[in-house]
DNA sequence: AATCGATTGAAACGATTGTTTGAACGCCTT
DNA sequence: AAGGCGTTCAAACAATCGTTTCAATCGATT
């Protein structure tokens, strides 16, 4: 009696215009936003049903209580999330340092994105940050096999010569560095230059340092400072 | 008339008995723990209260309100860590890569610790994450000369061969590396398997891989895959 | 012993929270 | 037109929040 499947909810009308209207979608838009910025306590459901233009008597008519509608607002956001950005496809022959650049691009892209991100990246970061009941689905559904993808570009760039123990640890590393910006941004904006970090710190450039740095740890590329010493010695011999 | 400052807190009896007895100091410990596992607005001052051991009343009459007390317990927790872990200092003539080697398993000693870390990180870590009014503090005071230290030993390590801007880049891909095991640990958790956690992901070995993922990139050690194709090339040449 | 200021205590204040209630509304079928 | 059903609404619920009040208590000085 408590929280009941409206009828109108039956998705043989996908309009647009119509979702637009459907309380329930505008209610967990909302939700997701109010969330993503305030987090699951201080966001109340009041403020909530005022974004989405519904009354609070809403949010339990149709999701129960406020912690269900939180769950379900993640993974709408979530849901969302994977029809805004899908994953790159490459063609058969692409060069894996090819693929690398191009997947910690993206990445970056999603996590920092042109202006402010969008709240459903910062919904999922709360998530990774402080997992609750959503974090696991989030988990499987969305970040491993993101992960899968990178190990295995990583795999294919050393030929087999690494093992999948350190791949992971490798890759760990490329997404700590992406990670930190997205996180700890405002710090990083207060330990750098302003012109530094529109200059250096922003996705394109920041993608090619993150990838040169892995490609010349990995041995793939000649390293960040030419080691002169032992050119030299090479030289020599 | 809200606020005054009792006359006891007279810091000319620094016994630690005494300290604990001081409720100005039981207060800031109490509310720290508080304000590091549940955040500033759902931490409640009655439960700070209960956990000091002190009337709820007192947080107004020693700090006037709740924000004064957090900005206070973070300084606190702040000054408490300084004195926990200072930092290292090497004898002259000591190898940059022995110094990069020591700051980053310092630095992730700090961050995950033996067991559970220390609330006071917990706290600090949410300022990075989420700053409030006490992080401008933080960062002056703790991390922005953390940070330049790194920045001292990558200059020493490249014997200044990169611009400050290339060294900044090269530090936060070094503390982003270390940062999403503190930040997004559980994640981490969830994406590799246990015994590889406890084998691999842990402070000290954590620490070899990032060192020697550094001093590869920056051409200062050997990458972690041997570029086959390049010596045989040199041996051929 | 008496007095004064610093400290503590229990209780209550007003505000806000998530949740519930029951009547009113809109729309469709009969 | 009438009724039924899904939906919306304003109002109120109990619980909890930060904060305040004022009397009781403690300790040192007079």
């Known amino acids: 009696m408590s929280s009941r499947t409206p009828i109108h909810s039956d998705p043989h009308l996908a309009d647009s215009r119509e979702e637009d209207r459907d309380p ?3 209610i967990l838009s909302a ?8 987090g699951y306590e201080v966001a109340t459901v009041r403020d909530i049903c005022a974004a989405a233009g ?27 999330r994977l029809r805004q950005v899908p994953q790159p496809e490459w063609a058969v022959g692409t060069p894996a340092t090819e693929k690398l650049h191009q997947f910690i691009d993206t990445m970056l892209e999603r996590m920092l994105g042109a202006g402010q991100p969008p709240w459903q990246v910062r919904l999922m970061m709360r998530e990774v940050l402080q997992p609750t009941e959503a974090c696991r689905e989030l988990v499987e559904d969305y970040i491993r096999p993101h992960f899968a993808m990178l190990v295995a570009i990583l795999d294919e760039l050393t030929a087999g010569m690494l093992s999948q123990a350190e791949l992971r640890r490798v890759g760990m590393s490329i997404v700590g560095q992406c990670f930190v910006y997205r996180a700890a941004g405002d710090v990083v904006g207060m330990l750098v230059p302003r012109d530094e970090i529109e200059s250096l710190h922003t996705p394109k450039p920041l993608a090619e340092h993150i990838t040169r740095y892995a490609l010349a740890a990995l041995g793939v590329a000649a390293p960040l400072v030419l080691p002169l010493v032992r050119v030299t010695k090479d030289v020599i011999a």
Chains 1, 2 share one sequence.
Request: zero cysteines; hydrophobic letters at 35%.
């Open 54 to 80: 519904v009354n609070v008597a809403a949010v339990n008519y149709y999701f129960g209580d406020k912690r269900r509608l939180y769950i379900e607002s993640v993974k709408h956001a979530h849901e969302e």
């Open 31 to 38: 939700a997701g936003q109010e969330f993503a910025e305030h």
């Open 24 to 26: 329930r979608v505008r």
